[in-house]
Nanobody
């Protein structure tokens, strides 16, 4: 099953930045509400950021002012710019569409580890 592919994760020091990308090769992003979720060890998956087709965004309180979600509809790609990273941002990050979330379909995710 073709699914979005996340990339850009890694190990960084607290205070630094990372930019995650999510590429959709199946065209499922088109016209879809898109999300970034994350799941830290021992915790439930949580919604981090959302973006509508026309670019309206919403963020979890924990990342407001530090993270920025964007999308390039022509490239079927979504991004998450993460600045001033904190140790509590350590998690596996997943991109997804609203429809795939509601049907329980998830891709592999990308690991972000922030060292303090």
């Amino acid at each position: 099953q073709v699914q979005p592919v996340e990339s850009g994760g890694g190990l960084v020091q607290a205070g630094r930045s990372l930019r995650l990308s999510c590429v959709d090769s199946a065209g499922i992003f088109s016209g879809s509400l898109l999300h970034w979720y994350r799941q830290a060890p021992g915790k439930e998956r949580e919604l981090v950021a959302s973006i509508t087709t026309d670019g309206r965004t919403n963020y979890a309180d924990s990342v407001k002012g530090r993270f920025t979600v964007s999308r390039d509809n022509a490239k079927n790609t979504m991004y998450l710019q993460m600045n001033n990273l904190k140790s509590e941002d350590t998690a596996v990050y997943y991109c997804n569409t609203y429809t795939r979330v509601t049907t329980g379909r998830w891709s592999q995710g990308t690991q972000v580890t922030v060292s303090s």
